[in-house]
């Protein structure tokens, strides 16, 4: 194998890991977003688990925050749950990067 080759291996690597190390990031980061969303909508028991795999299902809709966004942003707003645009956004920020610490430690 060719140092080239050997480089071009450890990129990809490299690649790979920081893949995973951000999907589990984001994974950890919308549990955590679902759970601190029940709570502000009054949901409890069973209603969380639900609420945490509507959560996962609504990030899969497209690329990026915005679907989870608007998922929680429409459900606080049927509720009545009053959360500005700017209070929900920084609390995404703020969990993905306790989140991205965390598995940054656990790996």
């Known amino acids: 194998m060719t140092t080239f080759n050997r480089r ?3 990129f ?3 690649f790979v890991h920081d893949e995973d190390l951000q ?3 984001m994974a950890r980061r919308n549990k955590a977003l679902a759970l601190w969303a029940a709570e502000k909508l009054g949901r409890s028991g069973d ?3 639900t609420y945490i795999g ?3 299902a609504a990030d899969l809709q497209e690329g990026g925050d915005e679907d989870v966004f608007r998922k929680i942003r429409g459900d606080f707003d049927a509720a009545g749950v009053t959360q500005s645009d700017h209070q929900i956004r920084r609390t995404m920020d703020e969990m993905l990067q306790k989140a991205i610490a965390e598995v940054k430690i656990t790996g």
């Open 8 to 10: 071009e291996d450890a």
């Open 23 to 25: 999907f589990k990031a």
């Open 54 to 56: 509507e959560l996962i």
């Open 47 to 49: 209603q969380i688990q």
């Open 12 to 14: 990809e690597k490299k």
